[in-house]
């Protein structure tokens, strides 16, 4: 009798640990932020204008099914030496990449805490340009260049809640 009492609660415990582990984590708040007076290249600093607000938004359109009050909060730091770097090395485009210092916190129980750099490549970031699209045609300045690079970066961001 004792056995069964013990199978019983064991089972339930590992049923409610798996229904845990596969719910994603809740989120609060997306926060992105650039300094770009920092960025010392003009024409990088002009094109990056809006890659807080387009990078937050693409991180919330992924978790829009997570998001509650007792959730997680993320902040993105983007690098704007690596904006710079990547805007001037119009002829590697392969070389060039999106960089950012991603905080994932939980402020009601510390039970989630990560602090990461986070690169996203343009070789990462390729698979999300228009299906047919050239990849000899991508230039450091064109729009499906700049969609796919914030895509990447928050797919990655999003891939560290599960």
Known sequence: MLGKIVSTTLIGALMATAAFAESPTKVK?????IDL???????AAAYWTTVSDDLEGA????????????GVNISVDISEL?????????????QSSL?????????????K???FELSVSFDQASQFLPEGYDLAQVTSDSKE??????GAFADAVVKHLE
Not at 145 to 150: E, H, P, R, S, V
């Open 29 to 33: 708040d997306v926060d992105v932020s």
């Open 37 to 43: 007076t920092a960025i010392t290249n003009p024409k």
């Open 59 to 70: 991180i919330v359109a992924r978790v829009t099914d997570q998001i509650a009050d007792d």
């Open 82 to 94: 690596a904006l710079s770097n990547s805007f001037q090395s119009a002829f590697d485009i392969e």
């Open 99 to 111: 960089v950012g210092d991603v905080k994932i916190t939980s402020e009601t129980n510390n039970t």
């Open 113 to 115: 805490f990560e602090a």
């Open 145 to 150: 260049y700049y969609t796919a690079m914030i």
